[in-house]
């Protein structure tokens, strides 16, 4: 199969955007080669696995490509970074055609040509089950500088973008079509599932948030309770949430069952991709209307405190920060 | 199992060789942050898959992630890149215990320690099978332009580092533990087996080559006949190979067989991670001794004609290049 693979790689790369003005060397050489202005970058790899985070024929196989790709951008928007390149490692498995992967492939080419990422590189081997590996390389844009976990202070706003809930319930749907509640309207229901079969990395959100003095960010993978023990703990502040200010996912509340139901999968979902944002409160006004302008709400949901370093709670103090997400998900442990 | 996986990444950070002076943020955040004073990056992805790169218990654990980070930095030496930092995406089936991947983190960090790469971030994910997806940055060193596959020129001297065909004939030692040849001597054995459980990539001869003119470089990875084949192709010459000149690694005639067999294995059989070089035939001499200054021979085996455009043949005239190498291993096709 070794040349089958080499047409396979030469088809991929022909779908995909032509590589940005960094690319110096792009697929087709034993490494590629970039070159920045910028002194820094921000470089993250998330995998995403059959059976783990997504199973077939529930995703189309695009939206497999798409989801493997936006995952790893949105850990650069978390950064404030402009996304630059990506590299791809693909897994196999013997039961796709080529032109399975092929549409795979339609699916990065898709989020790449939007977002205007250089798929630089990448690997096919053979592999148990179809996986995506993905690196993203992120450039500081000039006079922003890149945004960690690990700057809150207390007193921040803390913040966060779009809508929660909605990639848990998105799941739901999936997993039991049939049982989805009668009374969700068509519109609503497609865009719920986008939430898992189109996710949307917030880059613009990102940079803005960056620019507008944010202190700290993460992307929310593993759920707003997970993610924000995440920055918490890097942070060294305690972070207050009031539940009730949460923006659940519009359709959330029916899939769930309950508004209270959509909060549990907006604290403990996980894969919304929206940012949590801490920043001085005086800053959040030009904030809102910054992300306003890249499309999407954002929302003050809480405050970083002098509390226990770590600990993210509720009003009552009801502890969220291991709020587990324990399904065929798996974790988006991965970092950096 | 989330929680569980956040240690897992601190105790395997905790075994790694502290971040270098390029990595402002290492993992732990959405992303690596890292700082270059040089312009241009070489940034290559390859993925092992247990089952097909590997098997176990046949490869003790540690094996398996030297393996898997010795062959992407074998892509860095081909560009004649300095090793900077590694990303790696762990898919850990179920079977294995915490201290198993440990065990795999282990040989990636012995490989980064000798190396000089710091592992910047990575991402674990239940998977089927064991797999690592290693992604490597390398930077090009201020004077010494990376080396691509595509500036042979005819009339270059073509020549390869090291000694070839080893990794196949460690294979069937692998496979076969019983069967290996009597006598084969045992330190003999014992650096056959090396080829497969802790391959060395050439980076200091990749660099030595790089500055010392040459035109163009890639790692053999799927034996010598395909590897010279991506070169002639990208390079629109033809290459002459003469077989008698191939370096063969001591003891792979015993295993193969014959002299005639373990020269098969150095075409056809992959993995050697050794450098294929082509430059010009004045700059042979100087380039022997930069290399043997990093510990191994160089050794010139055929030249580049104007030939037909990327074929290579033996001077009997017989083609190599499309020499497949199709059993459980599988196809090194990655490159970026």
């Given at each position: 199969?070794?040349?089958?693979?080499?047409?396979?790689?030469?088809?991929?790369?022909?779908?995909?955007?032509?590589?940005?003005?960094?690319?110096?060397?792009?697929?087709?050489?034993?490494?590629?080669?970039?070159?920045?202005?910028?002194?820094?970058?921000?470089?993250?790899?998330?995998?995403?696995?059959?059976?783990?985070?997504?199973?077939?024929?529930?995703?189309?196989?695009?939206?497999?490509?798409?989801?493997?790709?936006?995952g790893?951008?949105?850990?650069?928007?978390?950064?404030?970074?402009?996304?630059?390149?990506?590299?791809?490692?693909?897994?196999?498995?013997?039961?796709?055609?080529?032109?399975?992967?092929?549409?795979?492939?339609?699916?990065?080419?898709?989020?790449?040509?939007?977002?205007?990422?250089?798929?630089?590189?990448?690997?096919?081997?053979?592999?148990?089950?179809?996986?995506?590996?993905?690196?993203?390389?992120?450039?500081?844009?000039?006079?922003?500088?890149?945004?960690?976990?690990?700057?809150?202070?207390?007193?921040?706003?803390?913040?966060?973008?779009?809508e929660?809930?909605?990639?848990?319930?998105?799941?739901?749907?999936?997993?039991?079509?049939?049982?989805?509640?009668?009374?969700?309207?068509?519109?609503?229901?497609?865009?719920?599932?986008?939430?898992?079969?189109?996710?949307r990395?917030?880059?613009?959100?990102?940079?803005a948030?960056?620019?507008?003095?944010?202190?700290a960010?993460?992307?929310?993978?593993?759920?707003?309770?997970?993610?924000?023990?995440?920055?918490?703990?890097?942070?060294?502040?305690?972070?207050?949430?009031?539940?009730?200010?949460?923006?659940l996912?519009?359709?959330?509340?029916?899939?769930?069952?309950?508004?209270?139901?959509?909060?549990?999968?907006?604290?403990?979902?996980?894969?919304?991709?929206?940012?949590?944002?801490?920043?001085?409160?005086?800053?959040?006004?030009?904030?809102?209307?910054?992300?306003?302008?890249?499309?999407?709400?954002?929302?003050?949901?809480?405050?970083?405190?002098?509390?226990?370093?770590?600990?993210?709670?509720?009003?009552d103090?009801?502890?969220?920060?291991?709020?587990?997400?324990?399904?065929?998900?798996?974790?988006?442990?991965?970092?950096?």
């Amino acid at each position: 199969m070794a040349s089958g693979e080499f047409d396979l790689i030469a088809r991929l790369v022909e779908r995909l955007p032509p590589p940005g003005p960094r690319v110096r060397v792009g697929s087709g050489d034993d490494a590629a080669v970039t070159e920045s202005a910028q002194a820094a970058t921000a470089t993250t790899v998330d995998a995403i696995v059959e059976g783990v985070h997504f199973t077939l024929p529930e995703f189309p196989l695009p939206a497999v490509g798409r989801k493997a790709l936006a995952g790893a951008l949105s850990d650069l928007a978390a950064m404030g970074a402009e996304p630059g390149e990506a590299y791809i490692a693909l897994g196999a498995p013997e039961g796709l055609t080529e032109e399975d992967l092929l549409a795979v492939g339609d699916g990065l080419a898709e989020v790449a040509e939007r977002e205007g990422v250089s798929v630089a590189g990448g690997d096919v081997t053979r592999a148990p089950v179809l996986s995506l590996a993905v690196t993203c390389v992120g450039h500081e844009r000039p006079g922003i500088a890149l945004v960690t976990r690990g700057g809150a202070q207390p007193g921040d706003a803390v913040a966060v973008t779009g809508e929660l809930g909605g990639a848990a319930a998105a799941l739901s749907l999936l997993a039991d079509a049939s049982g989805a509640p009668k009374k969700l309207g068509d519109e609503t229901r497609r865009r719920l599932l986008a939430r898992q079969l189109d996710p949307r990395p917030r880059l613009a959100a990102g940079l803005a948030l960056a620019a507008g003095g944010a202190n700290a960010m993460i992307d929310i993978s593993d759920g707003l309770g997970a993610d924000a023990g995440h920055l918490a703990r890097a942070s060294g502040v305690a972070l207050v949430v009031e539940l009730g200010h949460l923006p659940l996912a519009e359709g959330a509340a029916e899939v769930a069952g309950s508004e209270e139901r959509a909060r549990e999968l907006a604290v403990a979902g996980g894969e919304d991709f929206e940012l949590l944002v801490c920043l001085p409160p005086e800053g959040l006004e030009n904030a809102t209307k910054a992300v306003a302008d890249a499309g999407y709400p954002l929302t003050r949901i809480g405050e970083a405190t002098e509390g226990e370093p770590g600990t993210v709670s509720d009003t009552d103090g009801r502890r969220l920060e291991s709020e587990g997400f324990d399904h065929m998900r798996g974790s988006r442990a991965g970092s950096g």
